[in-house]
């Protein structure tokens, strides 16, 4: 077996043990001697020189089940999570940008009394609180516990918060504590809200904000009803799912309609890829989306779209590492690694179905309908099992409103650029994006008011997701086995 498939083993080993050390909380001891009797009936019908790598899948399966273990905190003292349930009054610093919900803003508070207490504590604060990252605070509150009154929060977990207050009596005691850079990328953010707010009316406006920067709460209710019928609420927000359509478009944008040769693409669709991570604040999420998103657009720059599975898999490998609860608690991880996968197996496939519909030159509609159903395939079962719902009217309305997407984000992107330089050069793109959003906003209002009784809500268990799984796996392997046959 050569070395880099053996490497490649070890990495899906060490992934398989976060995995199900992820669902059986056990320690890796037990986990062990199973592993080993498995290992013990694979060598017997191996010759003995091909031990090693079985050694060496062991070893970082193991190594998956330990990473998994250590994840977790020791709450004692010196952990603020041991004080939940007691009222405590401590200082603390807002460390990553607030979430503004539709009814509060969030706030993530560490550094604890000047990183006296490890640990986090996550606040629910009032919707128009004035609190920004950097901020140094006091808080005056009761903790509570993530896992209090049977509710789980998964996103705090993923996040090491182990605790979380209500509403509590808080002074503002320092301004611009946080870190210079990402300041700074906040500010710039602020800065293109206020551009955005200022040179649209609405809905546009708030569309064009959600589309660039993630921020959906301006956007009217009705309008989010008419994305949320005909299942086009993901383009709306900054996920994996977005992330990874978004690179691919971007791409076949640059190719397709710049005629810029592959290899250069690369390189501006990086560019243009972490300017957008920054531009929506650089969330841990985007960021994980855009590593795996860009090692596929490497694998295809280098002409060894193959190679794209080996680099996902050593980026997902190295996240886990650092963060071996992004695997089965944090959903955002799991849409973006199971689009990616779907880019990878399922575009040649999608290639071929849809090779009667043309490519056309400013439109390589093909291209776009194949990426955007590619990503979708693997996430389906996650979007069902998750959320539950099912709309009918998504397949058509993701054909009209996705091809328009990249030219608004490329176009988008440039009006931001010339913004902070000259509003006469803004103005300049303005109006092609302005008829952008409202061809967007149209579509997605009459194919609302068609599909009226969608999405239906449904009750989809784990159970039908795997088996989902189970047949669009088969489908994959069927569909390969016909083109090969066919070639």
């Known amino acids: 077996m050569a070395v880099s498939r053996i490497v490649f083993y070890c990495l899906l080993f060490f992934i398989g043990g976060i995995g199900l050390a992820s669902f059986f909380y056990l320690p890796f001891f037990v986990y062990l001697p199973v592993f080993l009797l498995i290992l013990f009936f694979c060598v017997l019908k191996r010759p003995f020189r091909n031990i090693w790598p079985f050694v ?53 508070v560490g550094k604890i009394n000047n990183n006296q207490f490890k640990g986090k504590v996550l606040i629910s604060a009032p919707l128009y609180s004035d609190y920004q990252y950097g901020d140094l605070l006091e808080v005056d509150c009761q903790l509570k516990g993530v896992l209090d009154n049977g509710f789980k929060n998964n996103a705090a977990i993923v996040n090491d918060i182990y ?44 569309v064009f904000s959600a589309l660039l920067l993630g921020l959906q709460r301006q956007i009217p209710q009705e309008v989010r009803n008419w994305f949320s019928t005909t299942g086009t609420t993901h383009i709306l927000s900054v996920s994996g799912l977005h992330v990874a359509i978004l690179s691919q478009l971007i791409m076949i944008f640059i190719v397709s309609v710049l005629l810029i040769r592959r290899q250069i693409a690369f390189w501006l669709a990086a560019i243009l890829i972490i300017f957008f991570v920054i531009l929506v604040g650089a969330p841990a999420a985007a960021v994980r989306a855009a590593i795996m998103g860009l090692g596929i657009l490497y694998a295809q720059k280098i002409g060894r779209p193959q190679s794209g599975l080996r680099i996902v898999i050593w980026a997902a490998a190295i996240m886990l590492l650092i963060n071996p609860k992004l695997l089965v608690l944090d959903i955002g991880f799991q849409l973006s690694f199971a689009s990616i996968l779907g880019l990878i197996f399922f575009t040649p496939i999608f290639n071929q179905y849809f090779k009667k519909i043309p490519n056309l030159r400013y439109l390589p509609i093909k291209d776009c309908l194949s990426a955007t159903f590619s990503a979708q395939v693997f996430v389906f079962p996650l979007i069902l099992y998750y959320f539950g719902t099912l709309s009918l009217a998504a397949p058509l309305a993701n054909i009209l409103i996705l091809p328009i997407i990249p030219v608004l984000m490329f176009l988008g992107i440039f009006f931001i650029l010339f913004g902070t330089i000259s509003v006469f050069l803004a103005k300049i793109l303005f109006w092609p994006i302005w008829l952008g959003l409202t061809f967007l906003i149209l579509t997605v209002k009459i194919i609302a008011k068609i599909f009226y009784f969608s999405p239906i809500i449904i009750n989809f268990p784990l159970i039908a997701a795997l088996i989902l799984y189970f047949f669009i796996v088969w489908w994959l392997i069927y569909a390969q086995k016909t083109q090969s046959k066919n070639s």
């Open 163 to 206: 605790s979380v207050c209500y509403f509590p009596k808080i002074t503002n005691l320092n301004h611009n504590q946080g870190n210079f850079l990402y300041q700074k990328i906040f500010l710039f953010k602020n800065q293109v809200k206020n551009l955005i707010d200022q040179s649209f009316s609405e809905p546009q406006g708030s």
């Open 56 to 108: 060496f899948f062991v070893i970082f399966f193991t190594l998956g089940v330990i990473r998994y273990n250590l994840s977790f905190p020791k709450i004692d003292e010196n952990n603020v999570a041991f004080y939940n349930n007691t009222n405590l009054i401590f200082e603390g610093q807002v460390i990553s940008e607030p979430d503004v919900k539709t009814d509060k803003t969030q706030l993530t």
